[in-house]
C-alpha cells in the first residue's frame, strides 16, 4: 500500500528518491497498517503545525513514521511534509500442509475435550476400576449395582466410539482440502447422541 505517492510526484527533488520501504513486521506492538497510516497522518498534520510556530523545538515521532515521511524545502516557503513509503507484507506464508496439521490438532483437541466434558477421567477411571470388578463376578451372582457399573462402561464405550467416529470422518475431510478451501472450512462439532 503506498502512503500518498502519487500526490508527491511533482514535489519530490530531482533524483527521484524512493518510497521507504516499512514491513509490516517491523510495526510496533499492536500496531497494524491502519494505526501506522493514522500515525503518519497525525505526525504530518503536527509537522506543518509546528512551521506557524518559532523558538520551539521540531517535535518527533517513532522512527518508522519519521521515515516514512518526505520533507519539501522550498526557498521562501513553509516546509512541505508528505507521507512516502510502501509497505510490504512479509507475513509468513503458512502452507497447505501446516494448515492441515493445525485444523487436525484442533480437531483432536476438540474431540478429547468433548469426551472428557461428558466422562472426565477421573470419573471414567472409577467406572473402568468398577466394571472390571464387577466382571469377575460370576454373571447370574452380580447385583443391581454391579450391573449398573457395567451398562455405564458400556455407555461411555458407546459415546466414545460415536465420538472417535465423527472425528475421524472429519480427519480425512481435512485431508481433502485444498488452497482454495481450507480457510473457509468451519469445524463443526463433536456431538453425538
Not at 521507504?20 to 497510516?37: P, R, T, V, Y
Not at 472428557?116 to 472390571?132: D, Q, S, W
Not at 475431510?173 to 472450512?185: A, K, P, R, V
Request: hydrophobic share 35%; net charge negative; aromatic share 6%.
Amino acid at each position: 500500500m503506498l502512503g500518498l505517492i502519487g500526490l508527491v510526484q511533482n514535489l519530490k527533488p530531482s533524483g527521484g528518491l524512493m518510497p521507504f520501504e516499512i514491513h509490516k513486521s517491523q510495526f510496533w506492538d499492536g500496531a497494524d497498517q491502519n494505526a501506522f497510516e493514522n500515525a503518519v497522518q497525525n505526525y504530518i498534520r503536527t509537522l506543518h503545525d509546528f512551521n506557524r510556530v518559532v523558538g520551539k523545538p521540531r517535535p518527533t515521532a517513532h522512527p518508522l513514521v519519521e521515515r516514512a515521511i518526505r520533507r519539501i524545502q522550498k526557498e521562501g516557503h513553509p516546509d512541505q511534509f508528505f507521507a512516502d513509503y510502501v509497505v510490504i507484507d512479509d507475513t509468513p506464508q503458512v502452507s497447505l500442509e501446516e494448515k492441515k496439521s493445525r485444523l487436525i490438532s484442533k480437531l483432536r483437541n476438540l474431540e478429547n475435550a468433548t469426551l472428557h466434558a461428558e466422562y472426565p477421567r477421573g470419573k471414567m477411571r472409577l467406572a473402568l476400576h468398577k466394571c472390571n470388578k464387577a466382571l469377575l463376578v460370576k454373571e447370574d451372582q452380580r447385583t443391581e449395582a454391579q450391573l449398573e457399573d457395567i451398562a455405564l462402561v458400556k455407555r461411555i464405550q458407546d459415546f466414545t466410539e460415536g465420538v472417535q467416529e465423527i472425528a475421524v470422518h472429519l480427519e480425512a475431510e481435512i485431508e481433502d482440502l485444498t488452497e482454495q478451501n481450507i480457510d473457509s472450512w468451519q469445524m463443526p462439532e463433536l456431538n453425538h447422541d
